[in-house]
């Protein structure tokens, strides 16, 4: 099921921090991988994770590397770093929250309904 | 493979939306990867060639749009940490000036033309940082040697002045910088790109020796080491670290070993220790700024030993604008001024490190490197010999000390470091295809040396390994 954009951008730095997280990875590898778990729920357009990523090899978030992959192509891979990990901690308590207090109002908007 | 049209454009059409040139390359070749990873995967599926190629373009996204993305992310960022402190060291130099130039006769004088060339500074580090650095790991052995020749030129030209060529000398600081990119372009070439690296050390090393500066030679073998040792340490020259570092080290520590020995080394470290051994000879100046420091307040003017009341400063110590400006301050103003120059220096090379750290690319790496221990090495030299250490003479104490000369050199050397921090993250190191040493003529394979007598006769056998 497709799902509205706003509230894939905001979390998408988390996504991709987070697969990072099991082992490095090259763009096209991220964004198969991201539909593969999510049950083709994201699918992530190669125009917005290139920026995203080199924005956060910038920020020393992520790290690249050159590496030989299947003979004749060269794929520049990302690894997380350690400031990288502090920031999917970071994104994934805020995401928690967010989380929670959207299944407060929800249930809470659900008893309401329910005691009338 | 050749590549379809439409990619062809898709890519000119991202690229053309981002301004740095360096960068191009390097997300060309990402995405072009990931539009064949696509397309592949949409082939996989059953289509056909060019509706897949069409396919996978659509699932890239608008590449204006990705151009202009990777346009804001990839724009050049001055260093501007680098910059304010570089201004603050040259305000400070200038204030701090102002105040000792009134003591000299021709002070006034002095800190007009040092005023001057401060301005000529700025537009040659202004210059630089325009310039594209890259350049001294593209010719630089051309550079290098270019700059030998300039300088035995001015030594054949000028006449030295108390047996010192004191214009030719002023270009050395420039050398650890260029043999950074005499480093770089040894890559994967063995243990003759090391050797290569020493030859032409040398040259800046006998050049040095000639002026003669112990100083600036120190000075250069320091850096020149650091920078040679990081390349080994980064495994640039493709062979084994240990023996590379035994083939830097071993004649390194033999020169050593034999100036040690010559006696002339203690000799000058014990009047550098304790220069009141010969008070009226060689540890004179040592002695008397001991004295001067020992009398001076943390704030305000010093004491000055009975036997120098009434005599004027500059008469008590020769140059203090230029080689003993910090021992005057302490003197005169209290250590506190020195602690602020001192720390605002420390800032300054602290952060280059750091920044020097954080770079990419090798190139931008070890050419920063070379800079901060340009000015880190002049540094300790010149705040040592301030406060009675006389090891080795001062250079200048960068950006502060009078000498328009080296403010020249330094404002130079920090136009190519801001250049290096503004576009060294977009610098993508040469890839050499050969991975192994490329023909070296000495290996060592199971604890055997081998040298190898012709380059044919290594190639011949590579061939038929």
């Known amino acids: 099921m497709p799902i509205d954009k706003t509230l894939l951008s905001g979390s998408t730095t988390m996504l991709i921090l987070r697969l990072l997280e099991d082992k490095d990875m090259y763009g096209y590898q991220m964004i198969e991988e991201l539909s593969k778990r999510s049950n083709d729920t994201f699918n992530l357009k190669a125009g917005t994770l290139y920026p995203l990523l080199h924005s956060l090899e910038q920020q020393g978030m992520v790290t690249s590397y050159d590496k030989n992959a299947d003979g004749a192509r060269v794929r520049k891979y990302y690894s997380i770093t350690k400031k990288g990990r502090k920031l999917l901690a970071d994104k994934k308590a805020e995401w928690q929250n967010y989380f929670t207090a959207v299944n407060h109002v929800l249930q809470g908007g659900a008893r309401l309904a329910t005691s009338y | ?465």
């Not at chain 2, 000036?97 to 003591?103: N, V, Y």
């Not at chain 2, 790109?193 to 020796?209: E, K, N, P, Q, R």
């Not at chain 2, 080689?323 to 420390?346: E, P, Q, S």
């Open chain 2, 1 to 465: 493979m050749q590549r379809h049209i439409k990619v062809q454009q898709y890519l000119e059409t991202v690229c053309s939306q981002i301004r740095c040139k360096k960068i191009h390359a390097d997300i060309w070749e990402e995405i072009e990867n990931h539009i064949i990873d696509q397309k592949e995967a949409y082939k996989a599926q059953g289509i056909d060639e060019e509706a897949a190629t069409i396919k996978a373009l659509e699932q890239m996204g608008d590449p204006v749009i990705v151009g202009t993305e990777l346009d804001r992310t990839h724009r050049p960022k001055p260093e501007w940490s680098i910059i304010a402190l570089t201004a603050l060291l040259l305000i400070t130099g200038t204030v701090i000036r102002s105040f000792t130039s009134l003591q000299e006769l021709n002070g006034i004088e002095l800190f007009n033309k040092q005023l001057f060339f401060t301005l000529v500074g700025v537009g040659l580090m202004v210059l630089f940082y325009h310039m594209d650095f890259t350049v001294l790991g593209k010719h630089p052995k051309t550079v290098f040697l270019l700059l030998a020749v300039v300088i035995v030129f001015l030594i054949g030209l000028s006449k030295p002045t108390l047996g010192r060529y004191r214009y030719a000398s002023y270009l050395l600081l420039l050398f650890p910088t260029l043999f950074a990119g005499v480093v770089y372009s040894m890559r994967n070439r063995g243990y003759t790109g090391i050797i290569g690296c020493g030859i032409l050390f040398a040259v800046s090393f006998i050049i040095s020796m000639v002026i003669p500066s112990t100083s600036s030679c120190v000075l250069l073998t320091l850096s020149s080491l650091i920078v040679l040792t990081t390349a080994i340490s980064k495994g640039w020259f493709g062979v084994k670290k240990l023996y590379a570092l035994l083939l830097v080290y071993l004649p390194v520590i033999g020169i050593l070993a034999a100036i040690f020995a010559s006696g002339i080394l203690s000799e000058r470290i014990a009047l550098a220790i304790n220069p009141s051994i010969d008070p009226h000879g060689k540890g004179y100046t040592g002695a008397i700024i001991r004295q001067l420091l020992s009398g001076a307040q943390f704030i305000g003017q010093g004491n000055v030993p009975e036997y120098f009341q009434g005599v004027s400063s500059p008469q008590i110590l020769p140059g203090i604008n230029s080689d003993l400006l910090i021992t005057y301050i302490i003197h005169r103003f209290g250590w506190l001024v020195f602690f602020i120059t001192a720390a605002l220096l420390i800032l300054f090379i602290v952060r280059t490190f750091m920044l020097c750290l954080k770079q990419k690319s090798v190139l931008a790496q070890l050419v920063s490197t070379a800079i901060t221990l340009t000015f880190a090495i002049q540094t300790i030299f010149y705040i040592s010999v301030n406060l009675g250490f006389q090891l080795f003479a001062p250079l200048s104490l960068p950006l502060i000390s009078q000498s328009s000369s080296y403010l020249l050199i330094n404002m130079s050397l920090v136009g190519i470091l801001l250049s290096v921090f503004k576009t060294g993250y977009f610098i993508k190191d040469k890839e050499d295809s050969i991975k192994t040493a490329v023909n070296p003529f000495i290996k060592f394979e199971d604890g055997k040396l081998i040298i190898y007598v012709s380059d044919g006769q290594y190639r011949h056998r590579s061939r038929h390994d």
